[in-house]
């Protein structure tokens, strides 16, 4: 992950006119997105493992497109009711009590959240199972009963996960509180090691059962590795609810919870519909969604946990001036770091699905259809990106009403979107609607950060956006050029397909570094040479954050 600054930015370069930044705090910053970078750098990639062994037992089958809409229940479980309160009330509540001489009182109200979180889930587990022939008639509309029965046996299966990703999305916001981003960012890998591991030995034997089995080991590794984390702090079960604390962050989630529940029933209506179209649809946008994530996962996720509680303590001390600096140097970050990944992987779509996923059951028409959606999710990419930092600035000042609302709003342009254009396009019209979607929360949350924090002068925010984007356009010319080149070159096959793929990748990732230092963008490739000695130098910043 890509970033910038060094101890002088100037040393180098004398002449440039940029203003000073404040170094510490960027590298800071950069360091700890650094950190939850490469920690999701080892997600991504095993999750990209995982999904290539999803392909070659399952391909695209209507099995498998049953299984992702059971799959998606934990998450919209977890989303709704740990997921919207980790960013927008745990850690900004959580941050507030990490101060060393605060530990003990930070305990007593993390032992009541998480005794909290661990009673409302285990009820929801006991419902799935109770329920869940009725609750996958909700899910999905396939034409084949069968297919309805293995969504509701998938969900049985998989919903002990909704328990073990509660008390681990709990775990995980007050270690971002304390700053101890590297058990989080190690916990994401193991997850996705669930599938990898569950699939080969089981697939042959229970068939796509194997899936929902591989998300609770994966759920359990994931626990296992935050926990050690927590080691110094004094946890155990708690019903102090009545603690002020608790009490602040169940006020600031209830906006965001009333948000949440529209764009959980847009999720389940994209699904309904997506079914609906054909039973091979949900499978397909699975899987270009899987390679949007990536980007999304390493550049403006990292970017936005990293910062958030920066910005929260810049909130607290009404720091205003702080406040715009930490925002606009992540938002430069996202920007040189999700433009090009935008380009990239919308020229080597085709090649880098036919990599990943072409084999055993998955077809070349598979890739077609997936890199069709893929291309249309790509439009969408770069507003959610920034749309990630742009939420956080909210949370941080403990302002989750306003998210919530332009969350409501923006589900609204995705059912008017849905509805015109699903008739057309299919499938693929849903995936446009969710573009759609993502623009417009971007958009109106970009408008109202500006009135409340002020404008943003002297960040270099639409310099930076502007050679982005023209290093970026070079750099698709060149990849698809040598796409065209290297295909008429290398051999069918296996090696061909990682040839082309890493050959073009690579020359257009120094094609597009080198247009960024033609166009006087000096703080990637000087962070880039920072980063490293600041990592391994002995009581640097990296050992300041573990101990939070």
Not at 124 to 132: D, G, P, R, S, T
Not at 475 to 491: D, Q, T
Not at 523 to 529: C, D, I
Request: proline share 5%; hydrophobic share 55%.
């Amino acid at each position: 992950m890509s970033s910038f600054t060094s101890d002088n930015p100037h040393s180098e370069h004398p002449n440039t006119q940029y203003p000073i930044p404040n170094t510490r705090s960027e590298i800071g910053l950069a360091r700890s997105a650094g950190i939850l970078g490469l920690g999701n750098i080892a997600s991504r990639v095993i999750g990209l493992a995982r999904e290539s062994v999803i392909s070659g037992y399952f391909g695209s089958s209507g099995e498998l497109s049953a299984f992702n809409l059971a799959a998606r229940v934990p998450t919209m479980i977890y989303d709704l009711l740990v997921g919207g309160m980790l960013s927008a009330a745990l850690v900004p509540v959580f941050s507030d009590y990490a101060r060393p001489e605060r530990r003990e009182e930070l305990a007593r109200v993390a032992s009541a959240v998480f005794s909290l979180i661990a009673v409302a889930m285990a009820a929801i587990v006991i419902l799935l199972e109770l329920f869940a022939g009725p609750i996958a008639g909700v899910l999905g509309d396939f034409e084949d009963p069968a297919l309805q029965g293995v969504l509701a046996r998938s969900l049985r299966v998989i919903a002990p996960a909704v328990l073990l990703f509660g008390l681990s999305g709990g775990v995980t916001g007050l270690l971002y509180s304390l700053k101890r981003f590297s058990y989080t960012a190690l916990s994401g890998a193991v997850f996705n090691l669930g599938i990898v591991i569950a699939a080969p030995l089981l697939a042959n034997r229970i068939g796509v059962y194997a899936l929902p089995l591989g998300i609770i080991g994966g759920s359990l590794l994931q626990l296992a590795v935050l926990l050690p984390g927590l080691r110094d702090l004094r946890l155990g079960l708690s019903a102090a609810w009545e603690h002020p604390a608790v009490r602040r962050i169940l006020r600031l989630y209830v906006p965001i919870a009333l948000g949440l529940i529209v764009t959980q029933v847009q999720i389940i209506v994209d699904g309904r519909w997506a079914s609906a179209t054909g039973e091979q649809s949900v499978s397909w946008m699975r899987y270009a969604t899987t390679l949007i994530q990536l980007p999304l996962g390493l550049v403006p996720v990292a970017v936005s946990l990293a910062a958030l509680p920066s910005l929260s303590q810049r909130a607290a001390a009404a720091d205003w001036e702080g406040f715009r600096g930490i925002f606009a140097r992540g938002l430069r970050l996202v920007l040189v770091l999700l433009i090009p990944a935008a380009v990239g992987l919308w020229v080597l779509a085709q090649p880098v699905i036919r990599l990943l996923f072409e084999h055993g059951s998955f077809l070349p028409a598979d890739t077609v259809m997936t890199a069709k959606a893929l291309r249309f999710y790509l439009l969408g990419l770069m507003f959610a990106g920034v749309d990630f930092l742009l939420n956080y600035t909210f949370y941080a000042r403990q302002d989750t009403r306003t998210p919530a609302i332009v969350g409501v709003i923006a589900v609204g342009f995705y059912f008017v979107a849905a509805l015109a254009l699903k008739g057309p396009l299919g499938f693929l019209g849903l995936v446009l609607a969710d573009s759609v979607k993502q623009a417009g929360h971007a958009l109106i949350m970009t408008g109202l950060l500006l009135h409340s924090v002020g404008r943003l002068r002297g960040q270099r925010i639409q310099g930076t956006a502007l050679k982005a984007a023209a290093a970026a356009l070079a750099m698709g010319i060149g990849v698809w050029w040598l796409i065209g080149w290297l295909g008429a070159r290398v051999p069918a096959g296996l090696a061909g397909e990682v040839a082309v793929v890493a050959v073009a990748a690579g020359a257009g990732g120094a094609l597009y570094l080198l247009a960024l230092r033609l166009l006087g963008v000096e703080e990637v490739v000087a962070l880039v040479n920072l980063l490293p000695r600041k990592l391994s130098r002995p009581g640097g910043p990296g050992k300041r954050s573990e101990r939070g």
